[in-house]
């Protein structure tokens, strides 16, 4: 069975300081790794869309990247504004997308 | 402007009650999504349809049900068969496999 699991579940960081957030996948045929933002109440916003391994996007503080086995979202320098749930999916030969619980994001000034 | 359109925002249901939650696409996409978010569960997928007037069961169909007779339109209806219904309910739609997929604000479903 196809499995997503994401780590930590929650992270803070000071503004500044720079992490990165794991996402480990098992899929028999991965179609897409995707990456997502959630903010409280609303509903998950695209961030990233990888296919293959050694593939990397970027876009402002944010830098995903994809092994065989794992995607992590790197955070350069998070201010505030980056404080939210970030959501790892991954799609194999279904037709769905399967989640991960998600990791909850806190970047204090 | 394009999007996914989720209705209502907050709903209040009766126990025994079947209730509809709209969900309706103009990004011309074959593909639409239920999903249910619970605390610290993730999202779990309810059901999808990959063209008008077809659909399938995903890991959690038990309790719902859907139709699909407009390629813009996904209704999902929580009948009094699902046990625990309270949760946020969200939509969304794709170009198809291999594509990302847009969500909707999503509903917040409550029970009392």
């Known amino acids: 069975e196809d499995q997503v699991t994401q780590s930590p579940e929650a992270l803070r960081l000071q503004e500044g300081e720079s992490s990165s957030l794991n996402c480990s996948y098992t899929?028999?045929?991965?179609?897409?790794l995707f990456w997502y933002r959630q903010d409280p109440g609303k509903g998950p916003e695209f961030l990233f869309t990888?296919?293959?391994a050694g593939e990397e996007k970027e876009k402002e503080r944010l830098k995903a990247t994809l092994t065989k086995k794992e995607s992590f979202l790197h955070i350069t320098a998070p201010k505030p504004e980056d404080s939210a749930t970030y959501l790892c999916a991954v799609q194999d030969s279904g037709y769905a997308l399967n989640f991960g619980k998600g990791t909850s994001l806190l970047v204090t000034p | 402007d394009g999007g996914i359109t989720q209705s209502p925002k907050y709903l209040f249901r009766k126990e025994g009650q079947n209730v509809t939650l709209s969900c309706e696409q103009n990004l011309n996409h074959d593909a639409m999504y239920w999903y249910r978010q619970d605390p610290g569960q993730g999202l779990r997928l309810i059901y999808y349809?990959?063209?008008?007037?077809?659909?399938q069961k995903g890991d959690i169909a038990e309790g719902y049900s859907v139709s699909r007779e407009k390629k813009e339109s996904f209704p999902l209806t929580v009948t009094s068969a699902q046990k625990n219904p309270t949760a946020f309910y969200l939509c969304a739609s794709s170009m198809g496999t291999g594509y990302q997929a847009f969500f909707g604000q999503g509903t917040r479903l409550t029970v009392v």
């Open positions: 899929v028999s045929g991965l179609r897409g």
């Open positions: 349809s990959q063209i008008v007037n077809d659909f």
């Open positions: 990888l296919y293959s």
